[in-house]
């Protein structure tokens, strides 16, 4: 059995589940990001993580592409609202294309931004920042766990996952693929060291876990603000 199918017979949802209604959600997107969001369920954990979020929640997706993980909790009717940025103008574009046919549409919103600037206002039962850190230079490292835990309301989760630094093949393997498929350089975070971040902060680790998704290492935490 591999780590998916374990973790979807656990959990009833798959990556394929996951897979099918990022197609759905992106069939009328042209181009390379139509075929990166039907895809990307198989190679990130998504169905593992939606189970993170409880229903009617407000979530602030930090790094959201196209918008794929807000998408899906809406069509799964987790959410009660959300945001999402990225510095990529045209993902966000996509976004705000493809979320007017999402259910609680006039709820949900995608912004371009840069995390390193203005974050939107508001606080959030659920901060979301997946696979973004390692796009982030390590003198900015903990400022994004700062600036998440500001925007986290009361009771709130914050919901990491990033690409584990070992084994090295792993860790190379997804080099490779940030170098091939965005020729960017990544920095990874040592986890050790986010969970430290987070409890200077004042947050709480709940939960934490890792799998193997074809060659890619993936590792998250739950945080929760008390
Ligand atoms: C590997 S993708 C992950 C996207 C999404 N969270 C997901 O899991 O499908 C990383 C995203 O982070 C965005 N990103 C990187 N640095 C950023 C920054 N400083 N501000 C906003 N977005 C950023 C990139 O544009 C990219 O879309």
């Given at each position: 059995?591999t780590d998916?199918?374990?973790?979807?017979?656990a959990?009833?949802?798959?990556?394929?589940?996951?897979?099918?209604?990022?197609?759905h959600?992106f069939a009328?997107?042209?181009g390379?990001?139509k075929?990166?969001q039907?895809?990307r369920?198989?190679?990130c954990?998504f169905?593992v993580?939606?189970d993170?979020?409880s229903s009617?929640?407000t979530l602030?997706?930090?790094?959201?592409?196209?918008?794929?993980?807000?998408?899906v909790l809406?069509?799964l009717?987790?959410?009660?609202?959300?945001?999402?940025f990225?510095?990529d103008r045209a993902?966000?574009?996509?976004?705000?294309?493809i979320?007017?046919?999402l259910p609680?549409?006039?709820r949900?919103r995608?912004e371009?931004?840069?995390a390193?600037?203005?974050?939107?206002?508001?606080?959030?039962?659920?901060?979301?920042?997946?696979?973004?850190m390692?796009?982030?230079?390590?003198?900015?490292q903990?400022?994004l766990?700062?600036n998440?835990t500001e925007h986290?309301?009361?009771?709130g989760?914050?919901?990491y996952k990033?690409m584990?630094?070992?084994?090295?093949?792993?860790?190379?393997?997804?080099?490779?693929?940030?170098l091939?498929?965005?020729?960017e350089?990544i920095?990874y975070?040592?986890?050790?060291?986010?969970?430290?971040?987070?409890?200077?902060?004042?947050?709480?680790?709940?939960d934490?876990?890792?799998?193997?998704?074809?060659?890619?290492r993936?590792?998250?935490?739950v945080?929760?603000?008390l």
């Open positions: 059995m998916i199918e374990a973790h979807s017979r959990n009833g949802l798959a990556a394929r589940d996951v897979a099918k209604l990022a197609r959600i009328d997107v042209r390379g990001i075929y990166k039907g895809l369920p198989y190679i954990p169905h993580l939606v993170y979020i009617n929640a602030l997706d930090v790094g959201c592409v196209a918008g794929l993980f807000i998408s809406a069509r009717g987790r959410l009660q609202s959300a945001v999402g990225d510095a993902a966000i574009s996509a976004a705000q294309n979320s007017r046919a609680n549409s006039s949900i995608f371009h931004r840069d390193h600037e203005m974050w939107p206002d508001g606080l959030f039962d659920v901060v979301c920042l997946i696979d973004v390692h796009h982030v230079s390590p003198d900015k903990a400022e766990i700062t998440a986290l309301a009361e009771g989760i914050l919901l990033d584990a630094c070992r084994p090295l093949w792993r860790a190379w393997a997804n080099r490779l693929h940030d091939l498929s965005v020729g350089w920095y975070a040592k986890l050790d060291d986010v969970i430290a971040w987070a409890r200077a902060e004042g947050l709480h680790l709940d934490r876990g890792s799998m193997n998704m074809l060659w890619y993936h590792e998250w935490c945080f929760h603000r």
